[in-house]
């Protein structure tokens, strides 16, 4: 598929070529390859209110050409009203949405050159597979001709040849997401907006899903911004994830930044599971550092220096459960160690998950990967450790 | 015989009182006696006569005009009444406006045609219209009561409606009154449909205010049973309303049947589906 704005705009396209642009770009994921530096949209500053409840506050964001942007929040955090901002559904109370250069906030929504793709698909039911992909280009008054090959090669995208005289109502719920998508993609949008893209969609499906919408997305080289409140979906599917919460953007980055180095406490405890130890910082320095932390009824020590201000003593360690290790024997040294005893145990198949309480009365999440088929493991009250490397913990604020 | 329950004997006298009245009316449809309450043997002479009947005939031809267009009307009317309430964001007045578009249906008929009749003679006094009361007037007296039962059952359809749709049309490029005709007049016509045949049974059952607001022109069917009856009831009469319970029992089939074929015809393509 063409993009019409590396043809028309020159002085980007070599831009793009240079080495080090490429070099810069190979170090934000693995689906990178794909992903220019150059901006496709531009949100600055975008308020929105409701009857004086602020639902979008102050947001900005750049979204690079060809990239995948997940904006991941729970229930009431503002990023499907930013969503249908960006559709044209609703318009910012403040702040300007610029799509390649040019301010679209006030622009209808069918004079954009986005589509959507909505959570309940919003298939029309009176009309076929192959007259539901072709509404949107009916409206650009295409020739006959050319509207029927567009139809038959957006179904052969979403593998779909076969149903292009059935109704949405006698397809499954697979099918008719990839009808949806087919319809969205059908006009050659310059984004792609997808609404809680596999919400209607049961667990197995999902994730089968996720990954052919994925490689759909590649393959036609659209850029995309999606909708969710599942982290899974959104760490599978994007390049770079935008925790919202309360209408503020909370942090961006890619998954691995936002599940490794969270901004903060909130993030962490929502992007995954974490174990929390409240402390004080006794010695800051360069090489490391030193938390006392009476949760844990030991010092916690970090292999970097944070540089705090004097004032703010009060932090948060944050240990991953997969990063916190489980061992029968005392380990060696004074620091990021608890004592305990098993409370309980979830075995979920790939992996089970331990809850042990402390000597403190600390609950510890625990998962250790079930490598070796029934293995000698802690059981049930068992006394066992719990430690971690001093690499593993991260120290947050509020 | 097992004595049958007492759930099975009401429902025997339950629909006894409603349909008895009916079967005997159609009983005696055939009766060849002038008086109605007397049996006087089997006899097809009432329906010759009442084809026969040029004013009956008439007023039959007047009152499915009339249900007609005030029919067509009103769903337009009410149409864009249920729209305005249900799409339309807030604004002042609303709630005015939808409690005004529905008091129809709760006015007692006689303030209705009374205060009509009043607003005709006061215009055709100011404005010299109307000149003289008939069709016309019946059929914007009609249009004012149907188009508040086809508001109702049209904005109930319309809240249904997922919105997602219309901005899904939107979204893919056509605006707003294109949408409204695209998408979602095709998904609300079933309400549409119903909401007309209300609006024509209403209309064609009319008395109170066809009475107060039409003309000496204008003569509904409703309006000459009533006045053949206060004569002394003609077994014509009976005649007519069995072709009309006639009409309506096979119209009523008609509908069944074609919404259980529909149906069925849905399941099966779902069945095949999910097989294949």
């Known amino acids: 598929m063409t993009q019409p704005m590396t043809l028309t705009n020159p002085s980007t396209d070599i831009r793009h070529q240079l080495p080090a642009e490429q070099e810069m770009s190979s170090t934000t994921g693995k689906k990178s390859s794909r992903v220019q530096k150059e901006t496709l949209m531009e949100i600055r500053r975008v308020s929105k209110r409701f009857d004086e409840a602020l639902a979008v506050d102050d947001v900005s ?92 090669e957006m179904l052969k995208l979403v593998h779909m040849e076969g149903f292009a005289k059935r109704k949405p109502h006698q397809l499954s719920g697979g099918q008719r997401q990839r009808v949806a998508l087919a319809r969205s993609l059908a006009k050659r949008p310059s984004l792609l907006l997808l609404d809680e893209p596999m919400g209607a969609l049961d667990k197995k499906l999902r994730t089968e899903m996720q990954l052919e919408v994925v490689e759909i997305l590649e393959r036609v080289g659209v850029t995309c911004i999606m909708v969710t409140h599942d982290q899974e979906e959104a760490m599978t599917m994007a390049d770079r994830v935008a925790i919202m919460s309360d209408g503020w953007i909370v942090q961006v980055g890619s998954p691995v930044d936002v599940y490794e180095s969270p901004a903060n406490r909130m993030v962490a405890e929502f992007v995954g599971t974490v174990n929390l130890f409240a402390g004080e910082i006794v010695m800051d320095e360069a090489d490391c550092c030193v938390i006392d932390s009476p949760e844990l009824g030991r010092r916690i020590r970090i292999d970097h220096g944070i540089s705090t201000p004097a004032d703010e003593r009060g932090v948060w360690v944050a240990v991953r459960p997969e990063k916190t290790l489980l061992s029968l024997e005392q380990p060696k040294g004074d620091f990021n160690w608890a004592a305990g005893t098993v409370e309980d145990i979830a075995y979920l198949g790939g992996l089970s998950v331990y809850y042990v309480r402390t000597e403190q009365g600390h609950l510890v999440k625990v998962s250790l990967a079930n490598t070796t088929r029934r293995s000698e493991r802690p059981g049930w009250d068992d006394e066992v450790y719990i430690h971690w490397d001093e690499r593993s913990a991260v120290v947050l604020r509020d | 015989m097992r004595k049958p329950s007492f759930t099975t004997v009401m429902l025997i006298l339950g629909l006894l009182f409603l349909y008895l009245p009916m079967l005997v009316l159609v009983f005696y449809s055939f009766n060849s006696s002038r008086l109605v309450t007397v049996w006087a043997g089997f006899s097809g002479r009432w329906y010759i006569e009442l ?65 009509l009749l009043l607003l005709f003679v006061h215009m055709a006094q100011l404005i010299g219209w109307p000149a003289d009361r008939g069709m016309a007037t019946i059929w914007i007296a009609h249009t004012t009561f149907c188009s508040a039962y086809v508001a109702v059952v049209v904005s109930s359809r319309l809240r249904e409606v997922d919105l997602s749709l219309e901005e899904a049309a939107m979204d893919l490029g056509a605006p707003p009154v294109k949408t409204f005709f695209q998408i ?29 607001v039409s003309g000496p022109g204008a003569t509904t069917l409703p309006m000459v049973v009533f006045s053949s009856v206060r004569l002394g009831v003609s077994p014509k009469i009976n005649a007519l309303a069995t072709l009309i319970i006639l009409t309506v029992s096979l119209a009523t089939f008609l509908a069944w049947y074609f919404m259980r074929r529909s149906e069925a015809k849905r399941r099966i393509a779902m069945r095949m589906q999910q097989e294949g």
Not at chain 1, 68 to 75: H, K, V, Y
Request: glycine share 8%; aromatic share 10%.
């Open chain 1, 61 to 152: 964001l750049t979204i690079r050409r060809g990239e995948i942007f997940a904006l991941l929040g729970g229930s009431g955090s503002g990023k499907s009203t930013l969503l249908r901002m960006l559709a044209g559904f609703e318009k910012p109370c403040e702040g300007q949405i610029l799509l390649e250069g040019k301010d679209i906030s006030r622009t209808p929504p069918y004079e954009r050159a986005i589509n959507m793709m909505f959570q309940s698909y919003a298939l029309f039911p009176h009309m076929t597979v192959a007259e539901n992909i072709a509404f949107g280009l009916k409206q650009d008054k295409l020739p006959k001709a050319e509207i029927r090959e567009r139809v038959a």
């Open chain 2, 51 to 115: 084809f026969r009947d040029q004013q009956i005939l008439n007023a039959v031809w007047t009152s499915l005009r009339i249900a007609f267009f005030s029919a067509s009307m009103a769903v337009c009317l009410g149409t864009l009444a249920a729209f305005v309430m249900v799409r339309f964001g807030r604004f002042r007045g609303k709630t005015a406006l939808s409690s005004m578009v529905t008091a129809p249906l709760v006015m007692p008929e006689v303030i209705t045609g009374l205060s």
């Open chain 2, 184 to 212: 979602t007049l095709p998904v609300i016509a079933p309400a549409l449909a119903a909401g007309w045949l209300l609006a024509f049974t209403l209309s064609l059952d009319d008395l109170v205010i066809a009475s107060f």
